[in-house]
C-alpha cells in the first residue's frame, strides 16, 4: 500500500492528510514544523493527552473550543485554575469532559511553571531531547524512540500526567523535533528547510 496520497494540488502527501477534511490544512501548514512557543508545546502536550484514546480528528475538530477554555493553554493562567474551573470545563461541550484528563493539564501548568523557573523555557528543556536525525525508524514506521521514552520519563519523574512515550511521539512529531513526513511527501522537504534555519532554544 502507498504510503502516499495526491493532494488537490496534484502533488503528494503523506496518506493520513487525507483521511479527514481538516487534516490537508493541518498536514500542510503544522505538522512537522519545529515549534519553540512556550504555550503551543504546552498545548500541544495538553491536546496529546487529550486524544488517548481517541482519534486526532475530535481533537482537531474541536481545538478552538480547547484554546477558548484554557486560555489559549497559556499555563501561567492555567495554573491557577480551581475547583470551579474543572466545574466549568466539564459543563462545556466543545471539548472533551474528562475529569483526569482537565485536572492533568491543570497540574502539569503548575509544573511547568516550575521548569520554566529551572530551565529558562519548556522549549529548552524539550528541545535537549531532539533525536539525532540518522538515527530514526524510517517515517511513520515508529509510535515510540528512545527520546520518546527518555522525555516521557522525565516529565512522569516530575510529576506531569498523561505523558507517556506514544503520547509524547506524537507530540515530537508534530513540533518538529522529527520530520516524520514520508518520503516523496511534498512537505518533507519544507520541513527539512525550517529545520535547518530553526534556532534550537538555549543553544
Known sequence: ??????????????????????????????????????????????????????????ILAKRESFRAAFRDFDFDRIAHFTGRDVDRLLRDEGIVRHRGKIEAVINNARLAQELVKREGSLAAFIWRYEPDAKRLAKSQTASTSAESLAL?????????????????????????????HV????????????????????R
Open 1 to 58: 500500500m502507498s504510503t502516499t496520497i495526491v493532494g488537490p494540488d496534484g502533488k503528494a502527501r503523506c496518506r493520513w492528510s487525507g483521511a479527514a477534511p481538516e487534516f490537508l490544512g493541518y498536514h500542510d501548514a503544522e505538522w512537522g514544523f519545529p515549534v519553540s512557543d512556550d504555550h503551543r508545546l504546552f498545548e500541544k502536550l495538553s491536546l496529546e493527552g487529550f486524544q488517548s484514546g481517541l482519534s486526532w480528528r475530535t
Open 152 to 180: 516521557s520519563k522525565d516529565l512522569k519523574k516530575q510529576g506531569w500526567k498523561f505523558v507517556g512515550p506514544t503520547t509524547v511521539y506524537a507530540f515530537m512529531q508534530a513540533m518538529g523535533l522529527i520530520n516524520d
Open 183 to 202: 518520503e516523496g511527501c511534498v512537505i518533507r522537504a519544507k520541513v527539512d528547510r525550517a529545520r535547518e534555519t530553526f534556532r534550537r532554544p538555549g
